[in-house]
């Protein structure tokens, strides 16, 4: 038998299948434009619709797992109308002619890199928020949607890290437990998992491997363990 370790953050002993989850991931390329008022008009448009989509979630949230939780949303909002990383972002577009995509890119990223850098772990476990922000920006400029995860059957469900969003909108009744390689104590997902009382695990790193998909396992979200 196969002993997996990381940090045991939501209680509970489960059994069941893995399941990894397999995001649509964006592949950012850089390209030069001939025209930034267009690149900031098509950013414009991205994040009010994010706006719209951070307010549905926060409804949903308010109903799901309570106005505490909830309020992540509206950190999200924040985060999306922060005028230093519009600013940012509009200003990388202008000065080196480049598309949206990769202008929002590279600043959630060097973000992202100074929160990861701070000493006070609550600020680290932003950057989750920060990526997850980004992403629908992203996902936006691209034309494109989040994954749904809709598995047969009840499983564990494992990915490096769950934004947020993402751990908000699985489907309670299809989830038996969490296992990441990567996540904070702190982070919002963490929080979200204890509230929906699921059982998580985070923190295994290199020992959640893709050739575990389907395998049966144990997890305790107490000692941290998948067997």
């Known amino acids: 038998m196969i002993t ?3 940090k045991g953050v939501s ?15 964006i592949k ?49 909002r924040m985060i999306l109308d922060d005028q230093e990383y519009g600013d940012a972002v509009i200003r990388m577009i202008q000065e080196e002619k ?14 992202a890199e100074l929160f990861a850098s701070m000493e006070d772990v609550y600020m680290q476990g932003r950057v ?8 629908r920006l992203l996902l936006n400029l691209s034309g494109g949607r989040r994954e749904e995860m809709t598995p047969e059957e009840p499983v564990i469900l494992a990915a490096d890290d769950l934004m947020p969003s993402e751990t908000v909108q699985l489907e309670r009744s299809q989830i038996l437990g969490l296992v990441t390689s990567q996540g904070a104590t702190t982070s919002h997902s963490v929080i979200l998992a204890k509230t929906m009382n699921i059982p998580a695990v985070i923190g295994v790193g290199e020992g959640l491997r893709l050739e575990y998909d389907g395998k049966m396992a144990i997890l305790d979200g107490k000692e941290g363990k998948l067997y």
């Not at 209680?11 to 991931?25: P, S």
């Not at 030069?32 to 994040?47: C, Q, T």
């Not at 480049?98 to 973000?111: D, H, I, K, W």
């Open 28 to 76: 950012v390329r850089k390209r030069k434009v001939g025209d930034s008022r267009e690149e900031i008009r098509r950013f414009l448009e991205a994040r009010k619709k994010a706006d719209l989509q951070l307010q549905r979630l926060y409804e949903k949230s308010l109903h799901d797992v309570g106005r505490e939780n909830a309020v992540i949303f509206e950190i999200h």
């Open 11 to 25: 209680g509970g002993v489960v059994i069941g299948r893995i399941a990894f989850y397999r995001r649509n991931e």
């Open 128 to 135: 989750a928020d920060i990526r997850d922000v980004s992403g």
């Open 4 to 6: 997996v370790t990381g």
């Open 98 to 111: 480049v598309n949206a995509e990769y202008a929002v890119s590279r600043t959630a990223n060097r973000l």
